[in-house]
């Protein structure tokens, strides 16, 4: 039996120790800062984390210049720190979660917002708000054996060096290991599965032109250009 066609190469992202890290998956919390969550217009209290997925290949390197996406009139950022999973899986017990992540990045979740908001005011997937070509910028992956696990320090965006997001991994309603735990009990997490822990305060729009640096305490930059419209 033969390939009717073939298959798109696994998406790879560099690593600080001079590896290569397979994607696999993406799991994206949502609302993980109160004040991001008010400013979404939803009560911040503690409820169980949420998520949504992305396709492996969203993911683009740090340096890129990522094209305005088409549907949109309102293409937002939001500054992530990326945990990357470095082994399987299932029912993960919280005290030992840690165990499972390989290392750490800095990241984008760059949001068609006015679709989002749509589907979200009828009631319907966030898919074409989210999960679309370019959509999920990554910086380069630190090991744990490097960095160790963050929990604290700060973690801030800026557009064309002006500070718009500003704020500390602490204030995440739900930590790392919470958030792997929760996960893990609806899937088998993998070596390769990314988790984009949720973005702070302060997302806004971005144009053409437009130049992006998120920058969280002991990682490496993501750093990327907003290019021209994808169907220009």
């Excluded at 120790?17 to 609302?31: A, K, Q, T």
């Excluded at 992530?80 to 992540?101: F, Q, S, T």
């Excluded at 068609?112 to 989210?130: C, H, N, V």
Aim: glycine content about 10%; overall charge negative; charged content about 20%.
């Amino acid at each position: 039996m033969t390939l009717l066609f073939n298959p798109l190469p696994p998406v790879l992202a560099p690593t600080s120790d001079g590896h290569e890290f397979p994607v696999r998956r993406l799991f994206c919390i949502g609302r993980n800062y109160a004040a991001h969550a008010r400013e979404m217009g939803k009560d911040p209290d503690r409820e169980p984390p949420f998520y949504f997925t992305k396709w492996a290949e969203t993911v683009v390197p740090t340096g890129s210049t990522i094209a305005y996406p088409p549907l949109t009139q309102n293409y937002q950022f939001e500054a992530e720190m990326v945990v990357a999973i470095g082994k399987g899986g299932r029912n993960i017990p919280r005290e030992a979660a840690l165990e499972y992540v390989y290392g750490y990045a800095t990241g984008l979740d760059m949001t068609r917002r006015d679709l989002q908001f749509e589907a979200r005011d009828k009631g319907r997937p966030w898919s074409a708000g989210k999960n679309f070509e370019q959509a999920s910028p990554l910086g380069l992956i630190h090991p744990v054996s490097e960095v160790g696990h963050l929990s604290s320090g700060s973690i801030r965006l800026t557009v064309n060096g002006e500070v718009r997001q500003d704020a500390d991994l602490a204030e995440l309603l739900w930590p790392v290991e919470d958030i792997i735990a929760h996960i893990s009990q609806a899937y088998r997490l993998e070596a390769g599965d990314l988790i984009y822990t949720g973005t702070p305060a302060g997302v806004g729009a971005v144009a053409s032109g437009d130049k992006i640096t998120v920058s969280v305490a002991g990682l490496s930059d993501t750093r990327v250009t907003i290019g021209s419209p994808a169907n220009a």
